[in-house]
């Protein structure tokens, strides 16, 4: 990700984070509406998941750090966590790569309602390298043996 990319990115989450509570049920309601069948994974309480997703997504997206060429990535450091979040979500909870796609669908409808305007095609663009920039640590997680 360039630059201005991660700074659309940060900028627009801030307004997400303001009214967080709403975003969350907003975009689990679209999630399970869109994909019923997805709703029997979640077992434990919705609100209480939809602040594990914000935190989780807070804590990555303030971890995008400077190459030496100019682009942004996520810290190495974050790497095992997600991979180990991603082997999670298929051995535990029994999640498959597809489903990654229609997480993302729901995460950009719930942007656009939340940010309005502000969503633009640049903002829509930056989230959606981030989402893929995480996808792709956790399903290397979830490819790989063990978790360890
Ligand atoms: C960027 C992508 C994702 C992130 C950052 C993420 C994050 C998280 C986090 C932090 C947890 C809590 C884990 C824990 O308590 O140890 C969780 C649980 C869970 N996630 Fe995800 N997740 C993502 C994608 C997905 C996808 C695509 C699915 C498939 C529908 C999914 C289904 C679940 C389920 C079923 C749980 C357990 C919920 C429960 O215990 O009730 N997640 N996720």
New binding site residues.
Partial sequence: MREQQVLLLKKSFEKILAIREQVTELFYDH?FLANPG?RS????NMAD?GE??I???EY?ISHFKLLPNGDYQLEHSLKKSLMN?GN??KV????KSA??N??EDSLLWTLELALGSDFTVEVRQSWREA?SE??KY?IEGANAETSS
């Fill in positions: 999630l997805l994974m979640f077992r434990n998941q594990k997703l935190t989780t997504l990555v979040l999670d979500h535990v909870y029994g999640v489903h990654y229609k997480l989402y995480i996808v956790m």
